[in-house]
Structure formats: C-alpha cells, structure tokens
C-alpha cells in the first residue's frame, strides 16, 4: 500500500463525502425521454455533475449524447483499465424512517439517501482513487478511464450505445456489487409452458387463477376466483388449514365475491429460496379442493410434479446441476394465468457454466410435453466467467486483501451486473462482505467506513493494473 496515497485519501474524507452528497440528492429516476435527455432530465443531470466532477478534478472527460460520460486519467497512455459505475438509481420507492430518499444525511457514521450504495457512493469511491493518484503524483504507464453510465437500472441502453463506438478495455471493474469480487455471473433459460382446452361447464369450478408481476421474482400474491364452491365449507377450511401449515402462506377467503387470495413471500429469482411461491401454493389449494374433475383440473394436478413447492433446483423438470465454478442451477415458476379454457406458466432458471441446450434446454422441454403442455423458450443467455487465475481477477483480489486484511475468493452470483456482457470485466466492490446496505429498498445506506476502504481498495487496484 502506498502511504501517500492513503494518507491523501484520508485528508479528503469530508470533501468525497460531500460530493457523494450532492451527487445522490438529484432523483436520476428514468423518465420520460427529452430532447438530448433519453432518460429524462434528472438522469442527465447526475451524469452531467458526475462529469463536471471529473472535469473540476483534472481529467479529461467527454459526453456521449447524455447517455454515458468518461473520464480518462491520461488519453496519451494506452487504454488499459475501465471502472464501469452509474448514476441513475432506482425509484425512491416507500417506507422510509431515516431520512427522505433524496436529502442525504449522516448520522451514525453512515450516509443515507438513495444511491448512496447503488451506484453513486461506490462510483465517487473510484473517482477518488483516480484523483488521489494524479494529486499525489503517482506514475503510471498504462490508461484508466471512468466510465459513467445512466441507464443501469432499466436496461443498460447506455452501455450499448458506448460499446458501439469505442472498444472495451482489456480490463474493466465495476464497483457496482460487493466485496470481494465476481468473477461468474450465471446463465438464464427462460421458459413458458402452456395449454388449451375446452371449458367445462360443470361445477364447482375454478374460474381463474393469477400470480406474479415480473418473471425474475417470486409471486408474493395470487388469486383465486371460483364459481358453485362454498368458501365457508368445512372441506375448504381444512383444505386452507392444511395450506397454510404445509407453505407457510395467509390465505384471505372472500366468501362474498368466491375469492381467495395467497400472500407469500417474494424473491428475486437467482435467489429464489429466499421467498414463499405465492403461485405455486395456489396451485396445490387447488389440488385440495372438491372442484369437478375436467381438462383443467387434470392438468393443473401436474404442475406440482414439474415444480414441487419449496424446490428451487430444477430437478422436477430434470435441469438440477451444479458444478465448483458457479455452483447449483436455480429454478422458480413466477407467473401464473389459468381460465376455464387456457394455462400459461413461466419459469426463470439460471444456469452454472457447466449447462447446455442439450443438459437444460432439450431435457426441460422433453418433461414438461411429456406433461401434456407446449414448450416455448427463447433460448438460453450464456453465463459470464473470467477465470479466477486471470491477471485482472487475482490482481484485483491481492489489492482488496492488501488494503482490508480480509481473505479475497471470487464469486458466482445467479443475477446480472453491469459487465455480463464484457468479455473481461468483474464486479469490483463496493460493499464490504455481510453488510446490508438496503440497496433498492428503504434507507439505503453506506458506511462511511467502507466508502474510504473502497476507495483505498480501487487506488490500490489502479496501481497494481496500471503502473
């Protein structure tokens, strides 16, 4: 470590606080696209003060049509390193006890507010490394640029938009995840399984069952709407109880409207153990149920079979694998549409590095046929790996060990981060290990602590690369 960088780096604390401050109190929410603005006017406006920043600072910065900006250290040596962060943060969302989203405050040796830990905190933690570097007068001999994106949250068009006109890196770090690094970002299959049948005009009936808002999420509500079944039946109640104790869910009858709600538990979808399948729980009422036996019933009875409640290995449609480099696959069912006449299930998996068409995509689609639906997918992402020998990956890990002292081991994660695409890039930081920054919920935070070791870890990091 370098004692006059870190030395620097402490002495400027109050001042890389201040700038991550008024960094996050501007809303860069996507909206609506304006003229020179595609993301909205405040999303230009935090990329524009990032760059400003960066400008005020030394370096040399350019504009992409308000979609990304850069910082390069010094454009005359050879383009080596790229940081990857954002500055558009997700909505202020609700239930908020600390402070309002977007007035950022200290207190208790932390920052709160919006954007603090999701991206504008860490990525103010990289500006300072590379400032810290250049007003210490460290040489180096390789480039590192900054690059500030505003659209990670919603699709990553700014990212496309850059990658069209200028080259990746040989090396790019995101500090846009956490400690120590991530080095595997799975794989995803998609699909949908469905079918059609005549309605049965016999009854009691269900009329419709419905869960789930997004296919990367486990459903935390279904609905149930029946026709001829009393809901205040002693069969029914059982059939409820039995629910309840068996998934751990709240069933809500609404006997007056023929309606039964479920309220489970939702989970992103690479971590889908974490949630209570609100959908699935639906499906086995059903199964409970004195309903008429028809087509719909029939086929209904065999959902449990491809998806058993509580199993999020694949291994009821046959997918379950795993694999040392990137660990299991994970499976969830999250949406849910069933009428009198029509099903419609769709399922997220995401897949170690060792899955194929042939392993995956062929076996799934052979099982849930074989269950009477029809199989459609769009067919599957591939996973992203940077070997754990690599320069970058184990350079990376030596510089967070030499500045925290803690054991650096690269991860695999099942979601996506800002360098799936990149054919050398990791997630690089920022959060230290087992913090919980309420990153996307209610006060979110960051560690005043922790903003001054990342910033330690990416100078150090830049030195390691870039010297």
Not at 5 to 27: F, G, R, T
């Amino acid at each position: 470590m370098n004692q006059k960088v870190n030395e620097w780096i402490d002495s400027h604390q109050d001042e890389l606080l201040q700038d991550i401050k008024d960094l996050c109190a501007i809303p860069s929410v996507l909206a609506d696209a304006e003229e020179d603005a595609p993301f909205g006017a405040e999303c230009k406006k935090a990329l524009n003060a990032a760059i400003d920043l960066c400008a005020k600072y030394g370096f040399e910065t350019k504009n992409y049509d308000n979609y990304v900006g850069t910082a390069d250290f010094d454009s005359s040596l050879p383009h080596t390193l790229d940081m990857l962060g954002h500055t558009d943060v997700v909505p202020a969302g609700e239930g908020w006890t600390v402070t309002e989203p977007f007035n950022i405050i200290e207190k208790d040796g932390r920052l709160y507010g919006r954007g603090t830990s999701d991206d504008k905190g860490p990525m103010m933690c990289a500006l300072y490394a590379m400032r810290a570097l250049k007003e210490t007068g460290f040489p180096l001999t390789k480039g590192v640029r900054m690059i500030i994106g505003s659209d990670e949250e919603t699709g990553s068009i700014d990212i496309t938009k850059y990658y069209a006109v200028e080259k990746e890196a040989p090396m790019t770090f995101s500090p846009d995840a956490e400690f120590p690094l991530i080095n595997i970002e799975k794989g995803q299959f998609r699909g949908n399984f469905a079918q059609k049948f005549h309605k049965s005009m016999a009854t009691p009936a269900l009329v419709s069952l419905d869960a789930g808002i997004a296919l990367n999420a486990v459903p935390q509500k279904a609905t149930l709407v029946f026709e001829g079944l009393d809901l205040t039946s002693d069969e029914v109640k059982t059939a409820i109880h039995e629910l309840e104790s068996q998934c751990q869910v709240e069933c809500v009858v609404d006997a007056a409207n023929d309606t039964i709600t479920i309220i489970g538990e939702s989970a992103h979808a690479s971590t889908p153990e974490l949630g209570k399948n609100a959908g699935l729980a639906a499906v086995i009422l059903v199964n409970k149920l004195p309903l008429a036996v028809c087509a719909q019933t029939e086929l209904l009875a065999k959902v449990p079979s491809l998806f058993p409640y509580g199993v999020t290995d694949g291994s009821g449609i046959g997918i379950a694998m795993s694999d040392a480099e990137s660990g299991p696959l994970t499976c969830t069912l999250d949406l849910y549409h069933v009428t009198q006449d029509e099903m419609s299930f769709s399922f997220d998996a995401r897949t170690p590095v060792s899955a194929s068409k042939e392993n995956c995509q062929d076996v799934a689609c052979k099982n849930v046929e074989a269950a009477g639906f029809n199989f459609t997918t769009p067919g599957m992402v591939p996973p992203h790996n940077v070997p754990a020998n690599s320069e970058l990956v184990q350079t990376l890990l030596k510089s967070y060990t030499d500045v925290t002292g803690l054991e650096g081991k690269p991860m695999a994660i099942g979601g996506g981060t800002y360098v799936h695409e990149l054919k050398n890039g990791v997630a690089f930081g920022a959060i230290l290990p087992g913090i919980d920054t309420h990153m996307h919920g209610a006060d979110e935070f960051m560690d005043i602590d922790n903003i001054m070791t990342a910033t330690k870890v990416f100078a150090e990091a830049i030195m390691n690369l870039c010297a």
